[in-house]
């Protein structure tokens, strides 16, 4: 078996638990709950069929861990493995008939997104099939990006968390915390810095591979790409479902950036009020 037959073959078994698993339990946050997962878990495949000789490789898989059990972390402390199932779904479900949500289900909650986390692991394919080409000094410069996005994206989760936490006790002391949603720290210049260090630390995936390849253009550039667009559609439902929210949710956006952080263009209300 070749590493991409071990790859494709961990996906199918990953496909038809996911979609089992939804149909059991009414829940389809099955692939959410593998997502931190499986892209380490293909490059950690081909570093494996490099017999662990490859440093390139070998570095590729451990950064790829350190973002899974990150984002593992997270999503585990949001209640993600306790039967959470992520709220974007339950509204989409509600405004679907009951035989098109299942559809959308298999074609894209379990087959697309599945997918997709193949195709952003595809770099180390790249990197498996170039290990003449050595790990240089461009690599460590990569390993520190990557790292530094990896800060960034914990600290914007932790802003979050925090923000959410604090909301809850306001909401158990019976008073509303405005503008009800995160605006300080990182969500300054960013309405969703956690996307954009998301997105970039699989942009350095695809660069680590492409210096392989000694270029840039290759075919599994899909992966980053595809990321990308369903982070951007990601954000504009999430958008749709807070616009209804909060009121104050217009001003933010007209204020802060959607997803890369750049300069406010005017202020938005601080968080205030006192709980009882």
């Known amino acids: 078996m070749t590493a991409i037959d071990a790859v494709l073959w961990v996906a ?26 499986l892209p380490e878990i293909y490059v950690w ?11 390139r490789l070998d570095t590729m ?9 990150r984002l593992t972390y997270n999503f ?10 992520d709220y974007r779904w339950a509204v989409l479900r509600d405004s679907m008939a009951r035989w098109q949500f299942q559809v959308f289900n298999f074609f894209f909650i379990v087959l697309y997104q599945n997918a997709l986390l193949v195709l952003i692991a595809l770099p180390a394919l790249g990197a498996y099939q170039n290990r003449t080409n050595g ?24 802003q979050q968390w925090t923000f959410h936490q604090e909301k809850k006790r306001w909401a158990d002391a ?19 810095p956690n996307y954009f260090f998301e997105i970039a630390q699989w942009w350095i995936m695809f660069a680590f591979g492409a210096l392989a390849a000694r270029s840039a253009v290759q075919w599994w550039v899909l992966g980053p790409v595809l990321l990308t ?12 479902i807070s616009s209804s929210k909060y009121p104050l949710y217009a001003q933010y956006q007209a204020t802060t950036s959607p997803i890369i952080p750049w300069r406010r263009r005017g202020e938005v209300p601080a968080a205030s009020g006192t709980p009882l």
């Open 12 to 37: 199918g078994s990953a496909c038809a638990f996911a979609w089992i698993a939804s149909l059991l339990s009414r829940d389809t946050s099955w692939v959410d709950r593998l997502w931190s997962v």
């Open 45 to 55: 495949i081909f570093a494996a069929r490099a017999h662990f000789t490859d440093a």
């Open 61 to 69: 898989a451990i950064l790829a861990t350190l973002w899974g059990l």
């Open 76 to 85: 585990a402390r949001k209640g993600g493995y306790r039967g959470v199932e």
């Open 135 to 158: 790990f240089d000094a461009l690599d460590v410069v990569l390993v520190v990006i990557f790292l530094a996005l990896l800060l960034g994206e914990t600290v914007a989760d932790q």
């Open 174 to 192: 019976g008073r509303t915390l405005e503008p009800g949603f995160c605006v300080d720290g990182l969500f300054r210049f960013s309405r969703h």
């Open 229 to 240: 667009l369903l982070f951007v559609g990601s954000t504009r439902f999430t958008e749709q």
